[in-house]
């Protein structure tokens, strides 16, 4: 059994940094698969960033703006979210993929807001 835990969100202005973290309660070694979904309010919940097997896969909307990565001693998932956009707010959910079945953080909001 594997918890992940968020934490990093909040509220930020348009144009600033927030970094999420979603830390695992054991040691995982190199997930095949992690990522970072977002459900606004009143639309579906979409696939933001991941890493699938190494490769990193972005939503268009935040290519070179946010970055995922992975920390194998920290075993935690980031996302780094830079250049923030009001379209961004939303509850951002980790996800990652181990010993044959997929686990979720609880979830942490973003707003961006002036």
């Known amino acids: 059994q594997v918890q992940l835990v968020e934490s990093g969100g909040g509220l930020v202005q348009p144009g600033g940094s927030l970094r999420l973290s979603c830390a695992a309660s054991?040691?995982?070694?190199?997930?095949?698969?992690m990522g970072w979904y977002r459900q606004a309010p009143g639309k579906q919940r979409e696939l933001v960033a991941a890493?699938?097997?190494?490769?990193?896969n972005y939503l268009d909307s935040v290519k070179g703006r946010f970055t995922i990565s992975w920390d194998n001693a920290e075993n935690t998932v980031y996302l780094q979210m830079n250049s923030l956009k009001r379209e961004d707010t939303a509850v951002y959910y980790c996800?990652?993929?181990?010993?044959?079945?997929?686990?979720w953080g609880q979830g942490t909001q973003v707003t961006v807001s002036s």
């Open positions: 890493i699938i097997s190494g490769n990193l």
């Open positions: 996800t990652l993929s181990a010993f044959g079945r997929d686990y």
């Open positions: 054991r040691s995982i070694f190199s997930p095949n698969v």
